[in-house]
């Protein structure tokens, strides 16, 4: 029989004709104003014990969410357990299965629930063992795998992730794995990522992280260590991360080690980095230590940096301590940088000392002033003699500058005052605006 009450009906199914015994309830169907209607369907009659006497009882067995009026398009559809007692001898079902959908009826999420566990209170549970989200075509665009769910210490049953996969039509744009199952101090289980595939047009990108870390927070996390990265192109490029390090705040944090990068077609970058080093402010940081360059025609470069320097606002940095061009097998160039100093702005730098530039059999040095602060507070240097010689050892040409000097727009430059032709036995000398004063080679 059905029994109206206000914005709903109840349906209950008879089990016996006493009269003023209620029967257990079979259909109940919920109008909404704003349309959204829903329907709950229940078990047969199951008899508990209530006390000291049997009653008669049912548990949920189906929930039916419309889109609009019932009957009509279904949003959302939830599935239930067979009855299960509770060790108060009373009856109840847990989620088994969910299933979500759009306006056209198709179904766009899928929720799959583990077995029914009892709990530390007596009373069964269920948590989610597999997800699936879908595409507007019925394709799976997300799939979530979960652990073996555990209770937590306040008794609330609890799945983390093992797997999670992103998809976009057959081909798999994200993989994350996951660690075991962790519990906080709170007594909740959660898990960290382990491995994670990241694959998008052009480029796939493998990373790796580091063993669970316990933070600030209570909360489990973990940190990228490495990364590997492959181009359709057949280029790869890898990336390695310290072990993490605490920071005075509590947080934890990787700083890079290594990187590298190479294509088929020759070219070729990597770069050293240091140890960790923490600063003022109690973050890790690592600085350059050496990078080196190879290009698709064979020439390439190396650069070597000084040892880590502390900047007054307590920050880590290195500069260039030397720098080597490479053409064909041989040295094209090598520049040496000097001593770094620190400016007005607190933070250290550097400029060229001498650079040496081979071109064929000819062979140009150049020696450079000490450092220069600019109005900006980096450092420069200027160029004060050049040498030109052939056959690496035949002197030629000798330029030789004026001391540098600020110029109207706040920037050190300088001039030629003299070149000395030793092939020739002569000299020119010149003014600032480059006019000639003195020329011996006449």
Not at 247 to 273: H, K, L, R
Not at 362 to 380: C, H, I, K, M, Q
């Amino acid at each position: 029989m059905w029994v109206e009450r206000i914005n709903a009906y109840y349906q209950y199914s008879v089990l016996w004709e006493e009269p003023g015994r209620p029967s257990v309830r079979a259909r109940e169907v919920h109008y909404s104003a704003d349309g959204s209607d829903r329907e709950y369907i229940y078990s047969a009659p199951i008899l508990q014990l209530r006390g000291d006497y049997l009653e008669w009882d049912s548990v949920l067995k189906e929930a039916i969410y419309y889109l609009n009026d019932s009957p009509g398009p279904v949003s959302l559809r939830e599935l239930y357990s067979d009855p299960l007692q509770n060790d108060d001898y009373t009856w109840s079902s847990v989620k088994s299965e969910q299933e979500q959908y759009d306006e056209l009826g198709n179904i766009r999420n899928r929720y799959v629930f583990s077995e029914p566990m009892k709990g530390p209170d007596g009373t069964w549970a269920s948590a989610g063992a597999e997800s699936y989200d879908y595409s507007e075509s019925g394709e799976i665009t997300l799939e979530v795998i979960y652990h073996v769910p555990a209770f937590s210490n306040d008794g609330v049953l609890q799945a983390p992730e093992s797997i999670n996969r992103n998809w976009d039509g057959d081909s798999l744009v994200e993989e994350t794995i996951f660690s075991l199952p962790l519990q906080t101090p709170a007594g909740d289980w959660q898990s960290v990522p382990e491995e994670r595939l990241y694959s998008v047009d052009g480029w796939t990108e493998l990373s790796y992280y580091s063993a669970p870390l316990l933070a600030t927070d209570g909360t489990w996390e973990s940190l990228v260590v490495r990364m590997e990265t492959t181009y359709d192109t057949g280029g790869t490029a890898v990336l390695i991360q310290s072990e993490p390090l605490q920071a005075t705040s509590g947080e934890w944090q990787s700083v890079m080690v290594s990187t590298s990068w190479s294509e088929p077609s020759g070219y070729s970058n990597d770069a050293v980095f240091s140890e960790p080093l923490q600063q003022s402010d109690g973050n890790w940081v690592s600085v350059m230590e050496s990078s080196s360059r190879t290009w698709e025609d064979g020439s390439s470069q190396s650069i070597t940096y000084t040892d880590p320097l502390q900047n007054d606002d307590g920050s880590w940095t290195s500069v260039r301590d030397e720098e080597r061009n490479y053409s064909d097998g041989t040295m094209a160039s090598i520049a040496t940088y000097a001593a770094p100093q620190k400016p007005s702005n607190g933070f250290w730098g550097t400029s060229y000392l001498s650079r040496t530039i081979w071109s064929g059999s000819n062979r140009t040095e150049l020696d450079y002033s000490s450092l220069l602060e600019a109005p900006d507070g980096s450092f420069v240097t200027s160029v004060t003699k050049a040498k030109r010689a052939y056959d690496g050892s035949t002197l030629q040409t000798e330029w030789l500058y004026a001391s540098p000097y600020l110029d109207e727009y706040d920037t050190w430059t300088t001039y030629i005052r003299r070149v000395n032709y030793h092939s020739r036995g002569c000299y020119t000398t010149y003014s600032q605006n480059g006019s000639i004063l003195t020329d011996t080679c006449q």
